[in-house]
Nanobody, 115 residues
Framework: QVQLVESGGGLVQPGGSLRLSCVAS????????ISWYRQAPGKQRDMVAA???????NYADSVKGRFTISRDNAKNTVYLEMNSLKPEDTAVYYC?????????WGQGTQVTVSS
């Protein structure tokens, strides 16, 4: 059973920064693409950023230039560095991994941007 564990969420003021981590229970080399999604109350879950095993990245337009996704395959960990945070970034952030066409999700970590 693949497990993904997110951490790093919290309360931050507008303009602040947070770094989220997602640790996988399997070798990161077995995971082609790892993504971060977020879901605000009453809204659908949307992709924020994704990274392939080779390091190619993709971002939602709303976070380009502010968020950076990276992965440390030796630690089976993916990070989401979030800068210049805005109130509209408030959501539960989830990590998603696709392994042999099966999607696995973490339990989520809450990010709240508020003064």
């Amino acid at each position: 059973q693949v497990q993904l564990v997110e951490s790093g969420g919290g309360l931050v003021q507008p303009g602040g920064s947070l770094r989220l981590s997602c640790v996988a229970s399997v070798s990161a080399f077995s995971i082609n693409t790892i993504s971060w999604y977020r879901q605000a109350p009453g809204k659908q879950r949307d992709m924020v950023a994704a990274i392939t095993v080779s390091g190619s990245t993709n971002y939602a337009d709303s976070v380009k230039g502010r968020f950076t996704i990276s992965r440390d395959n030796a630690k089976n960990t993916v990070y989401l560095e979030m800068n210049s945070l805005k109130p509209e970034d408030t959501a539960v952030y989830y990590c998603k991994a696709i392994i042999t066409y099966v999607a696995y999700w973490g339990q989520g970590t809450q990010v709240t941007v508020s003064s």
